[in-house]
C-alpha cells in the first residue's frame, strides 16, 4: 500500500469512528459515487471563528473538517491529482511584498502554470530550485512566478499551497519568491469560470457553494492572494503578468497604487469593478496590466505600442526592460530588441520536448532556460 493511500485511510477511519475531540468538530468523510481526481486542500475561515478544512483524497473520498482552533505545529498534507506528488505545507503570516527589490545573484523567471504540477515541478527541478522533497535549495536567490496560477489543469490548488510553502522557504533562506497575480487569478475570483476545470465545479456544487468562495477573501489562499503584487520591480527589470500599454502611462498610477487597487478589487466582480471606479475598470480591462497584449502583439485591436511609448513607459517606472507572460509564444523571445522578454510558452508541449521554459538572469547576462537547465547562450542586457 503506498504512504498516501494509507495516510487517507487513517484519516478516514478517524473523522467516521472517532469522536469529537475537545475543541475540534469533525464532519463525515464522503465516498464518492466514481472515481475522481483529488482535490485541494482548501482551508476556510468560517464566521464563528472556526477553520474548515475540504479535500478530496487520492481514493476519491471527500473530506470535510471543522476545528476550533489549529493546533501548534499544523501542517496541511497536499497531494497532485494523481497522487503523484505531494508534500506538506504549514501556515505562515502574510502581507504584501515589497514593489521594488535589488537584484539577487540568480532570478529565474516563469510564467501561467495553469494547473500542471508536472510541468512546473520539472522545471523547478531541472533548474536547482527545489529538491525532491519540494522544498527550497534556490538559497539566496530569487524566483518569479508572472501570474496564472488558475484554471485548464487539475493541480491548481496543490500549485498554489506549494509556492505558498516555498515563498517562506525562501524568506528563510534569504531568498525570494514572487508570484504576481495574472488575468485568470482576476476571473476565477470574480467568478468568471469559463476555463475551470469541471472537478473544481463539481466538488462546489457537491458542498452547496460556488467555486470561488473555496478561495474567496475568507480563506488561506484567498487572504494570501490578495496581497500578491500586479506590477513589481527587481533592479532595472519591470515584471508584470501582460503589459503595460499608454492608457496606464497616461493614468500616472505609481506601481504601488497599482497594486493597492487591484487587491482592493480583487473579489468583487466584473461589474462591481467596473461601478468602483474608472481606475479600477482600467486596471481590470484590456488595456490594464492583467490583459494589455500590445507590448507583444501588433494586430490593431492590442493597441500595439510603438518604441518611442516604450521608452516613455521605461523612463516613468525606472526600468530598462519589462518582462512579461500572458501571450503564449512557441519559445521564450524578445522585442524592441531585447526591452522586452515575453516567457508564456506552450509549457506541456516545450516540457514534452525541452524547449524553452522561461528566464535566468545573472548579473548582467539573459539565460534562456528548459527543463535541463541553461538552453542558449546568453544575451547581454
Known sequence: MSRSAFFYIVLYLMTVLAPA????????????????PADGPYLLYTPEGKTRIISVDTTGVMHDQVMDALPAGFELPVYSHDGKHHFRVGLHPVSRPAWKYKP???????????GNMDCLVSVLRGNGVINERYEWCFGRNHLVINGDIFDRGEDVIPIFWLVYKLEKEAQDAGGQLSFLLGNHESMVLAGDLRYTKKMYLDLAQKLGMKHPELVGKHTELGRW?????????IGNDLYV???????????NIDIPRVNEEISRALFLTKAERNELSPLTKLLFGNDGPLWYRGMVR???????????????????????????????????RSFYGGKVWAVNVDNKENFENVLSRGLLISGNKTYIISDKGILSYPCTE
Do not use: C
Request: aromatic share 4%; charged share 20%; glycine share 6%.
Open 241 to 251: 503578468h501582460a503589459g503595460i500599454g499608454m492608457r496606464l502611462l497616461e493614468s
Open 298 to 332: 501588433n494586430d490593431e485591436r492590442y493597441s500595439p505600442l510603438y518604441a518611442d511609448q516604450l521608452e516613455s513607459i521605461l523612463q516613468r517606472y525606472q526600468a530598462k526592460r519589462v518582462i512579461v507572460g500572458h501571450t503564449i509564444f512557441p519559445n521564450v
Open 104 to 114: 539577487s545573484g540568480k532570478i529565474l523567471v516563469l510564467s501561467d502554470p495553469h
Open 225 to 233: 492572494l490578495s496581497t500578491r503584487n500586479t506590477m513589481q520591480l
Open 21 to 36: 475531540a475537545k475543541g475540534q468538530e469533525t464532519t463525515n468523510s464522503h465516498p464518492s459515487e466514481q472515481t475522481v
